[in-house]
């Protein structure tokens, strides 16, 4: 679990997760590798790779084109940029 008490189990492959750009902007991203400790578990701090679908030019120069690599991103439940959270439930 994550400081915030929100838990890591559900960081698998192919799931989808917010990141937050250098600008602040959420966009949405897929999880591409989740880290795991000896154990198989993924760490609290949910640090993984994620490939994050951008606004295209919208996005500026970071976002020019569509998809961006982030890699070892890790989870901030505040949304600090450069980091990825859970989709609020609907």
């Not at 559900?10 to 600008?23: D, K």
């Not at 000896?38 to 569509?66: I, K, M, R, Y």
């Not at 998809?67 to 505040?78: E, M, P, Q, R, Y």
Request: hydrophobic content about 40%; glycine content about 14%.
């Amino acid at each position: 679990m994550s400081k915030e008490g929100i838990t890591m189990e559900g960081l698998i492959e192919g799931r989808i997760v917010h990141y937050v750009t250098p600008p602040g902007r959420i966009r949405p991203a897929i999880v591409v590798q989740a880290r795991r400790d000896a154990e198989g578990n993924p760490p609290a701090n949910g640090v993984c790779n994620l490939q994050v679908f951008t606004d295209g030019s919208n996005d500026g120069p970071w976002g020019a084109s569509g998809v961006v690599w982030a890699t070892s991103a890790v989870f901030d439940a505040d949304g600090a940029p450069g980091t990825w959270h859970w989709p609020p439930r609907a």
